[in-house]
Each structure stands twice: as structure tokens, then as C-alpha cells.
């Protein structure tokens, strides 16, 4: 393997080493019941997720330079570590096998790890294609690892910023 091949490769292996020991090594918390699914619910698909959220330099209603959420990039994996879903704006996911749902937050909790983006209870708002997803109707997002806004300040209008995070995707029929 060449002295280039092997930098390529260097940064993905670290994150599925990180995507390992995060699978490996946690005990799955309660569920807050905040983001609690309904009892009736059952689960069609669990995964653990790997990304980033995306944020951008935007001025707030006092004039102030902050930054703004826009939007997630994630790659959701299966239990045997399988790609299963992408994760972008809207909030939006899709399987591999091109079922697409649309997702509206209904509840929030503080995650149990300090400095990351709060556990979500989500409602499948809209559904397309037929396959994994079609006919989901709820979504939690559930023991969060990072994802905050950067803590560097931002400096100019537009200017982007992304934050790693990692978190448990539960998808419920």
C-alpha cells in the first residue's frame, strides 16, 4: 500500500474505530420519557449514527453574528455495521432502498452527555417509496454525542461551520 493510500485511509478508519468502540462499549440508557414512543409503537429499524451537524454564521434579532442550525449529514449503519440510511435536511432520511420520510419534532430531551444536541421524538410527517422506511410513523433521536454549534466564535455572515456527532436512530411503525 502506498505512503498515499495508506493518509487516505487513515481518517475513515479512525471514525470506524470510533463508530466501534461507541457501539461496543455503551450500555443503551432509559429513554427519557420525554422522547418516549407511543406504547403501541413497534420498531422497524435500529441504528447507530455517525455525522455532522451543520451550522451557519447568521445575524440574530439583536444584530449579533451566531451561529444558526441548517441542517444534519449523517450515515445511519445496522447492527452489522451496514450502511442503512442517510440522514440530511428537511429533517430527511433514506434507505438504501430509496424509502424516504420526512420527520417533525414533537418532543425534546437534554441529552445525558453534556455539550450535545438535545434526544428527539419525532412524527413521520411524510413518507415516499415503498420499502424499510414506508411505513414508519415515529423517530427518536436518542443518546447524543456532540453536535452543538462550534464553540468558536463566527466572524463573518455565512461563513460555515460543522460539528461530529454521533447518536442512536430508532425508527418505530
Known amino acids: 500500500m502506498s505512503s498515499k493510500t495508506r493518509n487516505r485511509t487513515k481518517p475513515a478508519i479512525a471514525v470506524l474505530a470510533s463508530l466501534a468502540a461507541l457501539i461496543a462499549l455503551r450500555t443503551f440508557a432509559a429513554t427519557p420519557a420525554q422522547v418516549a414512543a407511543?406504547?403501541?409503537?413497534?420498531?422497524?429499524?435500529?441504528t447507530t449514527a455517525t455525522g455532522v451537524q451543520v451550522y451557519a454564521c447568521e445575524f440574530?434579532?439583536?444584530?449579533?453574528l451566531m451561529w444558526a442550525f441548517k441542517s444534519p449529514l449523517a450515515t445511519l449503519?445496522?447492527?452489522?455495521?451496514?450502511?442503512?440510511?442517510?440522514?440530511?435536511?428537511?429533517?430527511?432520511?433514506?434507505?438504501?432502498?430509496g424509502s424516504t420520510?420526512?420527520?417533525?419534532?414533537?418532543?425534546?430531551a437534554p441529552s445525558d452527555t453534556p455539550n450535545s444536541?438535545?434526544?428527539l421524538l419525532l412524527d413521520a410527517k411524510s413518507t415516499a417509496g415503498s420499502g424499510t422506511l414506508s411505513e414508519v410513523r415515529y423517530v427518536q433521536r436518542l443518546e447524543t454525542v456532540g453536535g452543538n454549534a462550534p464553540t468558536a466564535p463566527c466572524a463573518s455572515e455565512h461563513e460555515?461551520?460543522?460539528?461530529?456527532?454521533?447518536?442512536?436512530?430508532v425508527f418505530l411503525k
Request: proline share 9%.
Open 77 to 97: 449503519y445496522e447492527a452489522h455495521g451496514q450502511e442503512a440510511v442517510h440522514h440530511s435536511a428537511g429533517p430527511t432520511w433514506q434507505a438504501q432502498d
Open 38 to 46: 407511543p406504547p403501541d409503537a413497534q420498531v422497524v429499524l435500529s
Open 160 to 169: 460555515m461551520g460543522r460539528s461530529p456527532y454521533f447518536a442512536r436512530y
Open 60 to 64: 440574530d434579532a439583536s444584530h449579533q
Open 101 to 108: 420520510i420526512v420527520g417533525q419534532v414533537r418532543a425534546q
Open 117 to 119: 444536541i438535545p434526544q
